[in-house]
């Protein structure tokens, strides 16, 4: 079985800062891992995911994200934050098997500070 | 690629109703996914096709709800006698499968309030 914690419902990060959002995750098989980012009214976007490979992972946006075995984590960085990326990001999981299913967290709210 | 598409995009409705929501697959997508996300919480999994074939509900899914693909290629969900409890964002994703991981794609949902 598989599962995220998302640290924190809500971010605050003042524009230019550097916007860091945890996820911690549980998997019994290796997983794969993906952040998806959610504006109001709308449904969900793919921002990067990992499979197999390079731990470091580039998305869309300037976003990235580092796959860290050790530390069950998968957390999203971006070095400089703009107020267009204020919306809602959920970390997810899934097992290699072909019939897993997508696993999502809970949320974090990214709030950016003019 | 006109991307998924969810309709209505919203929907209000009297406790128990019932109603029914359409999600219109990326064409050449044979997998689709029903979600619901209520309000501080991720997306929960539903159910999900193969196809025309319904391959897994989750618990979730009371027996007043019932899903739908009967052509493969657009899905209907419906809830019977709706309760407060029903009121929640229903998302729809599909994919394409060939055996390799391949992302969802998310239409823009269907909000349902229950009054």
């Known amino acids: 079985a598989q599962s995220v914690t998302q640290l924190g419902s809500h971010v605050s990060v003042s524009e230019g800062a550097l916007v860091l959002l945890r996820c911690n995750y549980s998997?019994?098989?290796?997983?794969?891992l993906f952040w998806y980012v959610q504006y109001p009214n709308q449904g969900l976007q793919l921002l990067l995911k990992?499979?197999?490979?390079?731990?470091l992972v580039k998305g869309i946006n300037g976003f990235e994200a580092e796959f860290k075995k050790s530390e069950t984590s998968f957390h999203l960085t971006k070095p400089s934050a703009h107020m267009s990326d204020a919306a809602e990001y959920f970390c997810?999981?899934?097992?290699?098997?072909?019939?897993?299913?997508?696993?999502f967290g809970k949320g974090t709210r990214l709030h950016i500070l003019p | 690629d006109t991307g998924v598409s969810q309709n209505p995009r919203h929907k209000i409705t009297k406790r128990g109703q019932n109603v029914t929501f359409r999600c219109d697959p990326i064409?050449?997508?044979?997998?689709l996914y029903w979600y619901r996300q209520t309000l501080g919480q991720g997306p929960e999994f539903l159910t999900y096709?193969?196809?025309?074939?319904?391959?897994?509900k989750s618990r979730l899914l009371s027996d007043r709800f019932s899903a739908e693909r009967p052509k493969g290629s657009f899905s209907t969900l419906e809830i019977q006698r709706t309760e407060q409890g029903d009121s929640a964002m229903y998302l729809c994703?599909?994919?394409?499968?060939?055996?390799?991981?391949?992302?969802?794609?998310f239409g823009n949902g269907t909000r349902l309030t229950v009054t």
């Open positions: 990992y499979t197999t490979g390079a731990t």
């Open positions: 998997s019994s098989v290796p997983p794969y």
């Open positions: 994703a599909s994919s394409l499968d060939r055996g390799r991981l391949s992302p969802l794609h």
């Open positions: 997810a999981v899934r097992g290699m098997n072909r019939d897993d299913k997508i696993i």
């Open positions: 096709f193969q196809n025309e074939a319904q391959l897994e």
């Open positions: 064409s050449e997508h044979n997998r």
